[in-house]
């Protein structure tokens, strides 16, 4: 899609993330930015308290992260830190939007990381140039070396594995944006040996602001499980792609409305980018939380969501498979071999080419296959093949027996579904 970008925060809420321009350091120093660190501690607290989960897709607490690379940093000769802004999941935007517009609150972030895990070396990881050229601005206007951590910047080409952990550690350390087999996670041994705190770039705009308004006023908004606000990359429906930053637990179809999208002609959303798999019109009475994401076996993983209306589930399912099976490392058998005969038999049904024999397999592959391999790739490809089966049943039984009038009119069979391809922006904060 080709649409400009929409901009906006939930009604009623003051921005936390979202400017409706970008923010130079002046601005940033003003509003509180760059405040000094005097107590690792009181702030690691503080983070604990909050409750402040990582906004990369895993939705992990970022005080056990930090707490762990800090113990492990201990026992080692240091610890490293890394701002993933690898934003490799064609259906999101967010973390380049923050890294174009506000590098200023992830590189504070960064430094904040840096001084509770005890870091004396930081990373800051991008695909996008246009992301990597404010960053570049932004280092340029302050010293390298901030609160004794020195920031350095690396640019690798996009990809969808290469913002995975362990391909961020492989990049720094020299190698290509591949992952690696775990154990040792990052956090363990990673750039140079070293633990190393990996962290996405939203999360650590969270954290900037965590540290200027504190826990209490961080779970202000949101619920108690999931406190806080989200950055949600809305695409499809037919509409221009948005961006919102949402608290977590509004009703799912008050944000269609805002949307101007009708939740009678909604079929399901893509959930989570294409890691969380398809839901089906059960989200539409859902509120946006994970425990309540998680109530439907799905989850938001990274806030991307599409919003079938008239593309076939059964098709987005297809397109995804086969994105997976393209963009693969093509270094483990499992997931080589097996994200190519999940979009197979997805493919096969859109075309109305598969029996219930393929069917079988692939519901058996979408069990079997977890777990193997070096990264995630290969669950996110059984998270949709399982999610398709036992979300759209209808829908897969009728392609298998009668095939679907729309995709014999016309086939959803977009090479990178729901992707965002344009990041300028009509801003409405």
Same mark, same amino acid.
């Given at each position: 899609?080709?649409?400009?970008?929409?901009?906006?925060?939930?009604?009623?809420?003051?921005?936390?993330l979202l400017r409706d321009r970008p923010e130079s350091l002046a601005e940033y120093q003003q509003s509180g930015g760059y405040g000094a660190l005097a107590d690792t501690d009181h702030l690691l607290a503080e983070v604990q308290a909050s409750g402040l989960l990582g906004r990369g897709g895993a939705a992990f607490p970022l005080a056990v992260k930090l707490q762990t690379?800090?113990?492990?940093?201990?026992?080692?000769?240091?610890?490293?830190?890394?701002?993933?802004?690898?934003?490799?999941?064609?259906?999101?935007?967010?973390?380049?939007?923050?890294?174009?517009?506000?590098?200023?609150?992830?590189?504070?972030?960064?430094?904040?990381?840096?001084?509770?895990?005890?870091?004396?070396? =930081?990373?800051?990881?991008?695909?996008?140039?246009?992301?990597?050229?404010?960053?570049?601005?932004?280092?340029?206007?302050?010293?390298?070396?901030?609160?004794?951590?020195?920031?350095?910047?690396?640019?690798?080409?996009?990809?969808?594995?290469?913002?995975?952990?362990?391909?961020?550690?492989?990049?720094?350390?020299?190698?290509?944006?591949?992952?690696?087999?775990?154990?040792?996670?990052?956090?363990?041994?990673?750039?140079?040996?070293?633990?190393?705190?990996?962290?996405?770039?939203?999360?650590?705009?969270?954290?900037?602001?965590?540290?200027?308004?504190?826990?209490? =006023?961080?779970?202000?908004?949101?619920?108690?499980?999931?406190?806080?606000?989200?950055?949600?990359?809305?695409?499809?429906?037919?509409?221009?792609? =948005?961006?919102?930053?949402?608290?977590?637990?509004?009703?799912?179809?008050?944000?269609?409305?805002?949307?101007?999208?009708?939740?009678?002609?909604?079929?399901?959303?893509?959930?989570?980018?294409?890691?969380?798999?398809?839901?089906?019109?059960?989200?539409?009475?859902?509120?946006?939380?994970?425990?309540?994401?998680?109530?439907?076996?799905?989850?938001?993983?990274?806030?991307?969501?599409?919003?079938?209306?008239?593309?076939?589930?059964?098709?987005?399912?297809?397109?995804?498979?086969?994105?997976?099976?393209?963009?693969?490392?093509?270094?483990?058998?499992?997931?080589?071999?097996?994200?190519?005969?999940?979009?197979?038999?997805?493919?096969?049904?859109?075309?109305?080419?598969?029996?219930?024999?393929?069917?079988?397999?692939?519901?058996?592959?979408?069990?079997?296959?977890?777990?193997?391999?070096?990264?995630?790739?290969?669950?996110?490809?059984?998270?949709?093949?399982?999610?398709?089966?036992?979300?759209?049943?209808?829908?897969?039984?009728?392609?298998?027996?009668?095939?679907?009038?729309?995709?014999?009119?016309?086939?959803?069979?977009?090479?990178?579904?729901?992707?965002?391809?344009?990041?300028?922006?009509?801003?409405?904060?």
């Amino acid at each position: 899609m080709t649409a400009e970008l929409s901009v906006a925060v939930w009604p009623g809420i003051t921005p936390r993330l979202l400017r409706d321009r970008p923010e130079s350091l002046a601005e940033y120093q003003q509003s509180g930015g760059y405040g000094a660190l005097a107590d690792t501690d009181h702030l690691l607290a503080e983070v604990q308290a909050s409750g402040l989960l990582g906004r990369g897709g895993a939705a992990f607490p970022l005080a056990v992260k930090l707490q762990t690379v800090r113990d492990n940093g201990r026992d080692a000769s240091g610890t490293v830190v890394i701002a993933n802004g690898e934003e490799g999941e064609p259906a999101s935007i967010k973390d380049r939007w923050l890294l174009r517009n506000r590098p200023h609150a992830v590189l504070d972030g960064l430094r904040l990381a840096a001084g509770i895990v005890g870091a004396d070396r =930081a990373v800051v990881y991008v695909s996008d140039s246009a992301a990597a050229d404010s960053v570049e601005r932004a280092l340029d206007e302050l010293p390298r070396e901030l609160a004794g951590v020195t920031i350095e910047l690396l640019t690798v080409a996009p990809g969808y594995v290469a913002g995975e952990e362990t391909a961020a550690v492989h990049v720094v350390n020299g190698g290509p944006a591949k992952p690696t087999d775990k154990p040792p996670r990052p956090f363990e041994e990673g750039v140079d040996g070293k633990p190393t705190l990996i962290s996405n770039v939203e999360t650590l705009a969270h954290l900037a602001y965590l540290h200027q308004h504190g826990a209490r =006023a961080f779970r202000e908004l949101g619920t108690e499980a999931s406190p806080g606000t989200f950055l949600a990359t809305i695409t499809g429906a037919g509409r221009a792609p =948005a961006l919102y930053e949402l608290p977590h637990g509004i009703a799912f179809a008050d944000l269609l409305t805002l949307h101007g999208v009708s939740p009678d002609n909604v079929r399901g959303v893509l959930m989570g980018g294409y890691f969380a798999g398809l839901v089906n019109r059960d989200i539409v009475g859902a509120t946006l939380d994970h425990e309540s994401v998680r109530a439907l076996n799905s989850g938001l993983g990274c806030g991307a969501i599409g919003i079938l209306t008239e593309d076939c589930p059964v098709a987005v399912a297809a397109s995804v498979l086969a994105y997976f099976d393209r963009e693969n490392a093509g270094q483990c058998g499992s997931c080589f071999n097996g994200t190519a005969a999940m979009a197979a038999v997805a493919v096969g049904l859109r075309d109305g080419n598969a029996t219930q024999d393929d069917l079988d397999r692939l519901k058996r592959w979408s069990v079997v296959l977890r777990g193997r391999g070096a990264c995630a790739t290969l669950d996110g490809a059984a998270n949709v093949a399982a999610s398709l089966l036992a979300q759209f049943p209808d829908q897969v039984q009728s392609h298998l027996e009668n095939g679907c009038q729309t995709c014999r009119s016309a086939a959803f069979t977009a090479a990178r579904p729901y992707e965002v391809e344009s990041v300028e922006a009509v801003v409405a904060v």
